[in-house]
């Protein structure tokens, strides 16, 4: 149990590391597109504000619905892609 918790800490402080990396090197603003569900991803467009995020909706697993409401809960701006075919 003290092993899975230092784990997920130790991944938690680096998606933090990543966000901080992303937000640095892109700036704020812009469009950013995604096309699934990753909590690093996710953590890096909250980080970097951008104006609109474009994501595909994930037919099957409908991933792309799942990050979008995720990433409109924080106050981001996002688009959904329909799937073609």
């Not at 597109?33 to 504000?49: D, E, H, K, N, Q």
């Not at 979008?68 to 996002?78: E, F, H, I, S, T």
Request: glycine share 12%.
């Amino acid at each position: 149990e003290r092993a899975v918790r230092k784990e997920r800490e130790t991944l938690g402080q680096a998606n933090v590391t990543i966000a901080d990396l992303a937000r640095a090197q892109l700036g704020n603003g812009g469009v950013f597109v995604t096309c699934s569900f990753s909590v690093t991803v996710l953590g890096a467009l909250v980080a970097v504000r951008p104006d609109v995020v474009r994501i595909g909706e994930g037919h099957r697993l409908a991933d792309g619905m799942r990050a979008a409401r995720w990433l409109a809960a924080r106050g981001l701006d996002v688009e959904v892609v329909p799937e073609m075919g």
